[in-house]
C-alpha cells in the first residue's frame, strides 16, 4: 500500500465506497464526510440539539479502529502525546467551524466534485489558498513543538471510546438523540457503514492518505504521492456517480450546499490553514488518534466542540447559505490562526526575564 499504485487503488476503493453507501441510504454527495459524521455524533449524544444532524454515524467509529487495528498489525501503534494539547484543541475547533461554513471536510469536498456540484470548486481553491499560506509559516519555522512517547494506557483511550459508542448505539440506542429529517435521518445500515468505515480506516492508516499533506507535498517537494490518492477518489466516485444516476451537473439546489462563492472559499480558507497547522486533513487527525496519537485525539475532540457550539449558537451554513453568526466566526478564526501562527513561528520566543513573547 505505501507505493503509488497502493495510494491509488486505495483511492479509488475509497471513492466507490462512498458511492455505495450513497445508494444505501447516505445523503447525497455525503458517502463519507468526516466534519459532517462528527457533527452528527456531537447531536446524536445531545452536545447540539439541531434535529436535521443527529445520528451515531458508524462511518467515524470504523475508520479509528480500522486505523487502531493496521497500527497494530504493522506495529506503529504508539502512545504519544503532549505537543500544544490546549492549541490543537481550539485550532480543531476552528477547522470545524471552517468545514461548517463550507458544509463539508476536504474528503466531502473532493465527493462533491465527484458528485457534480460546481461550488465545491471555490472550496477547493480556498483550500489550497490557507494550505498555501500555513506553508508560508512552515518556511518561517512554525511549529507546536514536538510531543513525546507516553504509556500504552494513553493510546487505548480514543479507540476504546469509540467502541463505546458502538455499544451504546447496539446496545441502548433510546439514550441516543436520532434526527427524524434532514441529513441526519439519511443513513446506510449500520453493519454497512461500520464495514466501510473499517475499510477507509485501515486503507488510509496504510497509505497516510491526507488531502492537506498532498497539496503540502506537491507544492514543497513535487511529490504527488499522497495527492495520488485523492485525484483517485474524486475520479471513481465520478465515476461511481454518473453509473448510478447521482451526479447532478452545476451551482444551484446541490444536496447539502449552498453558492455563496465567498464563503465557501473563505471557510476552506480556514480549514485549509488550520489543517497545515495541525499537520493534516480531519481524515488524517482520526487515523492518528487511531494509532495512538493523543494530541490528534484532542484536535478531534476541539472539532467535535467546534460542531456542537457551531449549531448551538447558528454558526453552520445551510442550503439557505451561511448565517451572519458563521460569518462572524469565520472572521475572528481567521484572526485567531493569523495570530497563532506568528506567534509559534521561530521569529518569536518566550523571553523568561521578561515574561513575554520577543520578536527577534
Given at each position: 500500500?505505501?507505493?503509488?499504485?497502493?495510494?491509488?487503488?486505495?483511492g479509488a476503493l475509497i471513492g466507490l465506497l462512498a458511492v455505495l453507501l450513497v445508494q444505501y441510504?447516505?445523503?447525497?454527495?455525503?458517502g463519507l464526510c468526516i466534519a459532517c459524521f462528527i457533527r452528527d455524533i456531537a447531536g446524536a449524544l445531545g452536545l447540539h440539539r439541531a434535529e436535521a444532524v443527529q445520528f451515531m454515524r458508524p462511518e467515524i467509529i470504523g475508520i479509528v479502529s480500522?486505523?487502531?487495528?493496521?497500527?497494530?498489525?504493522?506495529?506503529?501503534?504508539?502512545?504519544?502525546?503532549g505537543s500544544a494539547p490546549l492549541l490543537r484543541f481550539v485550532l480543531g475547533f476552528t477547522v470545524m467551524i471552517g468545514a461548517l461554513m463550507f458544509l463539508g471536510c476536504p474528503l466531502r469536498m473532493v465527493l462533491r466534485l465527484g458528485g457534480g456540484d460546481f461550488n465545491a470548486i471555490f472550496g477547493l481553491a480556498g483550500f489550497i489558498v490557507g494550505i498555501g499560506i500555513g506553508i508560508v509559516f512552515l518556511h518561517r519555522g512554525f511549529s507546536l513543538q514536538r510531543n513525546y512517547r507516553l504509556i500504552p494506557q494513553e493510546g487505548f483511550i480514543f479507540p476504546v471510546i469509540n467502541v463505546s459508542l458502538l455499544l451504546v448505539l447496539?446496545?441502548?440506542?433510546?439514550?441516543?438523540?436520532?434526527?427524524t429529517k434532514g441529513p441526519g435521518s439519511q443513513h446506510a445500515p449500520l453493519w454497512l457503514a461500520l464495514i466501510v468505515g473499517l475499510v477507509v480506516g485501515a486503507v488510509a492508516q496504510r497509505t497516510r492518505l491526507c488531502m492537506v499533506g498532498g497539496i503540502r507535498d506537491l507544492i514543497l517537494f513535487k511529490d504527488s504521492y499522497l495527492l495520488s490518492g485523492f485525484l483517485a477518489i474524486l475520479l471513481f466516485s465520478a465515476g461511481g456517480n454518473y453509473v448510478l444516476g447521482f451526479a447532478?451537473?452545476?451551482?444551484?439546489e446541490q444536496p447539502v450546499a449552498h453558492v455563496d462563492v465567498l464563503w465557501n472559499f473563505l471557510g476552506m480558507v480556514l480549514t485549509g490553514w488550520g489543517s497545515v497547522l495541525l499537520g493534516g486533513c480531519p481524515l488524517r487527525q482520526l487515523i492518528l488518534a487511531g494509532q495512538g496519537n493523543i494530541d490528534s485525539a484532542v484536535a478531534v475532540l476541539g472539532m467535535t466542540a467546534g460542531a456542537a457550539f457551531a449549531h448551538n449558537f447558528s454558526l453552520a451554513s445551510s442550503p439557505a447559505g451561511p448565517t451572519f453568526n458563521g460569518k462572524v466566526a469565520v472572521i475572528l478564526s481567521l484572526l485567531f490562526v493569523v495570530l497563532v501562527s506568528y506567534v509559534f513561528s521561530e521569529k518569536f520566543t518566550w523571553d523568561k526575564r521578561e515574561g513575554a513573547v520577543r520578536y527577534e
Open positions: 500500500m505505501e507505493s503509488k499504485k497502493g495510494i491509488i487503488f486505495g441510504g447516505n445523503p447525497l454527495n455525503m480500522g486505523a487502531y487495528l493496521m497500527a497494530q498489525k504493522n506495529r506503529e501503534f504508539e502512545a504519544r502525546g447496539c446496545l441502548v440506542p433510546g439514550i441516543l438523540f436520532f434526527s447532478k451537473y452545476g451551482f444551484a
